[in-house]
Nanobody
Framework: QVQLAESGGGLVQAGESLGLSCTAS???????????MRWYRQHPGKQRELVAS???????RYADSVEGRFTISRDNAKATVFLQMNSLKPEDTAVYYC??????????WGQGTQVTVSS
């Protein structure tokens, strides 16, 4: 089993930047078995939405709302995924969750980290 732990959330003003990271436990298993890694977010009272994803090979995809402002990356040797968020907007305020799957199609979630963008 793998546990994911996010860090880096906080309070920033609109237009500023913030970086999130997420590291998997059980490092030996994670390094060899994690496939896709993703960031989701959840606004109060709404469903969780996919923000960005990155394959093991580094191919990335973004939600339209963050395209050009957010960058997802990963370090396979450290089983870590990053989300660099630039030009933040108040509507980016949400709880951000790390997600990953392995080659057996098991899925893992982090506990979430709060990002608040003030106007």
């Amino acid at each position: 089993q793998v546990q994911l732990a996010e860090s880096g959330g906080g309070l920033v003003q609109a237009g500023e930047s913030l970086g999130l990271s997420c590291t998997a436990s059980n490092l030996h298993f994670a390094i060899n078995n994690l496939n896709n890694m993703r960031w989701y977010r959840q606004h109060p009272g709404k469903q969780r939405e996919l923000v960005a994803s990155v394959t093991r090979g580094g191919r990335t995809r973004y939600a339209d709302s963050v395209e050009g402002r957010f960058t997802i990356s990963r370090d396979n040797a450290k089983a870590t995924v990053f989300l660099q968020m630039n030009s933040l907007k108040p509507e980016d305020t949400a709880v951000y969750y790390c997600n990953a799957d392995d080659y057996a199609y098991s899925e893992f979630w982090g506990q979430g980290t709060q990002v608040t963008v003030s106007s």
